[in-house]
């Protein structure tokens, strides 16, 4: 289905408000009555709510097209929504590269009271007695 969409969101949506865009994720009810469409669109420049709507308003048409060229007697309701998994991979990495700078600016060493301390009876602990079935 994301392949037939693919190709038919270009090719046969006339409307000027869906521009160029790329279908990135198709999710499909088990009883395929709805189906979730996730889109990216080319460029920063692009009015999203513009792109939506045109979608919204092309999806009986795309629903009727999608039927017909996989053979369905029953289509699936499709709801289209713009996909933010690059914006929120993006603000994770900027958290962990942030996260990342600041250790590294309180240096080895510091204990600020968020790092990892000694677990009494652990092996790795210096200075621990051996504990039970530690060779001395």
Do not use: C
């Not at 994301?2 to 038919?8: D, F, G, K, P, W």
């Not at 045109?54 to 017909?68: H, I, N, T, Y």
């Amino acid at each position: 289905m994301q392949r037939t969409l693919a190709e038919l969101v270009p090719r046969a949506v006339k409307d000027p408000r869906v521009g160029n865009l790329t279908i990135t994720a198709v999710s499909l009810l088990e009883d395929l009555s709805a189906a979730k469409i996730w889109f990216l669109p080319f460029g920063k420049d692009r009015a999203v709510d513009a792109m939506l709507a045109g979608l919204k308003s092309a999806a009986g048409f795309l629903r009727g097209e999608v039927a017909r060229q996989l053979g369905l007697r029953h289509a699936p309701r499709l709801e289209f929504l713009l996909d933010t998994t690059l914006e929120r991979a993006s603000s994770l990495t900027q958290l962990i590269n942030a996260a990342v700078a600041s250790d590294r600016r309180s240096g080895p060493g510091d204990d600020d009271g968020h790092g990892a301390q000694a677990v009494p009876g652990d092996p790795a602990a210096p200075g621990d007695p051996p504990g039970p079935g530690d060779e001395s």
